[in-house]
């Protein structure tokens, strides 16, 4: 098993080609968002649950035009080896908005307690930038145009997961997009590499204490890397904190409010130079689990 996680890294992180642009973005909340990173991860809830959930980030939100990301998904299995799912993500940051659309398909394998999930994604990305919006150099030739252009999006992914502990590895984007605006400027999706992954410790019959960490990695770009320490209380109340390497620190808090739905709230202290203009991003979550079947109870799911 260890040989094929490590082969699938290994061909994930090599088809990262020579390009350079665009950043996805990125979420302090990823744990509660693993629909959006990472297409293995639809169906994982099981036949019976139908998963909603959205997030909304504001990014550096004292500052105008600071980045505003809103994400919504659904997914669900329809037998015990193939999940769907279907995934928006709405980015806006000054004169740029990006718009992508996908669908979803996951397939896994049962290895007794564990289970390991291979996952497609496919879709479109819009991709927009507008002149009417005030720019600091306004002689600059890359905002001087209007760009309006669409592409497709391939992704892919795996996961690997049982009740107490999760591996995710997935390239959301494999397609390098150019976007272009007929007047010779261009913008280029950039190619990501996402590696997450998190354990549940039974600290005694109340308490459990979750670890998380999140590596993601683009050409020209070094590591990056999420840290995060939850604390779960009677599986309902969630407090944690997480550190950005180099950028911020995070207090993070959710609650179920009952078996189906689950709500969270994430607040970013940022350490890095961008403090100075905007020293705050805020993030919230709501996630829904829909029972197909009035006989089934809803477990705790950690992940």
């Given amino acids: 098993m260890k040989k094929i996680i490590l082969s699938i890294i290994g061909l994930l992180y090599l088809s ?52 505003k990301t809103l994400t919504a998904n659904v997914h669900g299995a329809f037998n015990e080896n193939n999940g769907v799912g279907l995934s928006f993500i709405d980015d806006k940051y000054g004169p740029i908005k990006q718009s992508m659309v ?18 497609l994604k496919a ?40 009740d107490k502990y999760y591996l995710s590895v997935s390239v959301p984007n494999f397609i ?42 683009s050409i020209n770009q070094s590591i990056q890397a999420d840290l995060n320490l939850n604390m779960l209380y ?24 009952f078996d189906s739905l689950r709500v969270g709230y994430a607040y970013d202290i940022h350490l890095s130079d961008i403090a100075y203009y905007s020293p705050t991003s805020q993030e919230f979550f709501l996630n829904y689990d829909w029972s197909l079947s009035k006989k089934v109870m809803l477990s705790p799911r950690y992940f």
Avoid at 129 to 154: C, E, F, K, M, W
């Fill in 123 to 162: 879709g479109i990305n819009m991709f927009r930038v507008g002149n009417n919006y005030y720019i600091a150099q306004p002689n600059d030739p890359v905002l001087s145009y209007s760009l309006s252009d669409t592409r497709l999006n391939l992704g892919a992914g795996l996961f690997y997961y049982s």
């Fill in 16 to 67: 990262i080609g020579h390009i350079q642009a665009q950043q996805l973005p990125h979420y302090t909340q990823y744990m509660y968002n693993m629909n959006i990173l990472n297409p293995a991860y639809a169906g994982s809830k099981g036949t019976e649950i139908i998963s909603f959930g959205t997030l909304y980030r504001s990014q550096w939100y004292s500052a105008s035009g600071g980045p």
């Fill in 102 to 119: 996908t669908a979803d398909y996951s397939h896994t394998l049962h290895f007794g307690k564990t289970n390991l999930a291979f996952g």
């Fill in 234 to 257: 009677d599986n309902r109340f969630e407090l944690g904190l997480s550190y950005r390497l180099n950028d911020a620190v995070s207090g993070l808090f959710n609650i179920r409010l």
């Fill in 176 to 217: 390098p997009n150019k976007f272009n605006n007929g007047n010779g400027y261009q913008a280029t999706d950039q190619v990501h590499l996402f590696i997450a992954g998190g354990y549940v410790f039974d600290l005694s019959e109340d308490f459990k204490l979750k670890p998380h960490f999140l590596l993601f990695n």
